[in-house]
């Protein structure tokens, strides 16, 4: 089946058109700057990239230039719509009520619309790709692919917060998790790789990279995650703090005077590896800095470092019997010395890794732990466009 991935956000219309039998992206784009002067990169049949400025209102206008551009002489991706055969949507909240992917209509729309309280910039840009989509392709089947469905498995005593349980009563305050799409995929490869049923294995999936989350996977199903009402709990992120005590929010917006809206900036926006470092949120940069001796980058590397480890120990624990722990996304694939430091000293608790064979894994799929490793340790490269073209094609048949 021929799939068009979209994920769309606020200013922004990332696509992946994805034949899902072998798995082939058969070409990949993005429109940025929605609203005004966009920017449009997309790639011609030849692989060559292109980029083109141009006009463009909303994402209606962007959609009908991802379409014009598929079926353009030049490209020549498909002759007719008709060869779009379904269109996958990255949807980041399904709330409480979904959890797996579904084939979009009304009721799911309202559903998506009613989520959009607990993720005020996610779900409004995703629901306005998929109007747009019903626009532009009314005879196209839609699926919504969410990115908390895969924790939907998670017991009340992982999602719940000790908090007055009338606020999960009446505003659903509650862990949801996220990046469920990117631990699925990993887990589906791993359970491949280990030759065993998905339901057969327990697995730790490490999602390291802009934002990041850990989760603990028993018999193939999400127990425990480490993202939570939003992306801003557990490990600590590239501009996100990860968990704090919460009693500091109220002392800094005292001391520094600030409102509600500029905390949360400093919280999402300032902290993490950039508020640490001082340097960047990219970690490439931070080990730049790291080399030449500066104290503040090592200091936000360790703090990395030791939230990863305080997760996989937690989940140890939760599972008892682990199969691997899986490393992926931009830190995770190419991160060597993350992983390395992550799992060392771990010998007694069934993990050796061959530091050399995690040295030649630097964006490349592979097993880094010695032969009599009780656990294993794989980098497995996340694919969640690929995760979405799949799920949409398992729904429709
Ligand atoms: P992601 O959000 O998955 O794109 O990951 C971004 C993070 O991965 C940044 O902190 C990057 O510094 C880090 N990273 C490290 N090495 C690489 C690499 N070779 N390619 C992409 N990202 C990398």
């Given at each position: 089946m021929k799939v068009l991935v979209i994920n769309c956000g606020s200013s922004s219309l990332k696509y992946q058109f994805i034949q899902t039998e072998?798995?082939?992206?058969?070409?990949?784009?993005?429109?940025?700057?929605i609203g005004g002067d966009a920017e449009f990169t997309f790639c011609r049949k030849n692989g060559e990239k292109v980029k083109?400025?141009?006009s463009v209102k909303n994402h209606t206008e962007a959609l009908k230039e991802v379409i014009a551009n598929l079926g353009e002489k030049a490209n020549g991706f498909?002759?007719?719509l008709d060869e779009i055969e379904a269109i996958g949507h990255r949807v980041v909240h399904g709330g409480e009520e979904f959890y797996k992917s579904v084939l979009i209509n009304d009721q799911v729309i309202a559903s998506i619309e009613k989520f959009s309280e607990l993720a005020p910039l996610h779900n409004p840009p995703n629901l306005q790709g998929i109007l747009s989509c019903r626009e532009v392709l009314p005879n196209t089947k839609q699926v919504a692919v969410f990115d908390t469905a895969f924790h939907h498995s998670m017991p009340e005593k992982s999602f719940m917060y000790a908090l007055p349980y009338e606020y999960y009563e009446k505003y659903l305050v509650r862990r949801y998790g996220f990046h469920g799409t990117s631990h699925r995929y990993v887990a589906l490869k791993t359970a491949e790789f280990l030759g065993k049923k998905i339901e057969e294995c327990n697995l730790i999936t490490c999602h390291l990279g802009n934002g990041s989350s850990i989760t603990a996977i028993k018999n193939g199903k999400s127990i425990d995650t480490s993202m939570g009402f939003t992306p801003l709990e557990g490990i600590i992120m590239g501009t996100r703090c990860g968990s704090i005590?919460?009693?500091i929010i109220f002392f800094l917006m005292k001391k520094e005077n600030l409102s509600a809206k500029q905390m949360d900036d400093v919280l999402n926006k300032k902290s993490g590896l950039l508020g640490i470092s001082g340097i960047s949120n990219d970690l490439r940069e931070i080990d730049q800095a790291l080399d030449q001796g500066n104290k503040r980058a090592l200091l936000a590397k360790e703090l990395l470092i030791r939230s990863i480890r305080k997760h996989i120990g937690a989940y140890m624990v939760e599972l008892g019997r682990i199969d691997a722990i899986i490393f992926t996304a931009g830190i995770g694939e190419n991160e060597c010395?993350?992983?390395?430091?992550?799992?060392?000293g771990l010998e007694e608790f069934g993990i050796k890794i061959d530091p050399q064979k995690n040295e030649s894994l630097k964006g490349k799929p592979g097993d880094f732990s010695t032969p009599e490793s009780k656990i294993k340790a794989l980098v497995v490269p996340t694919n969640e466009e690929l995760m979405i073209a799949l799920e949409t094609q398992w729904v429709l048949h």
């Open positions: 072998n798995e082939a992206v058969i070409t990949k784009g993005l429109i940025e700057k083109k400025n141009l498909i002759n007719s005590d919460p009693a010395s993350v992983r390395e430091k992550s799992l060392s």
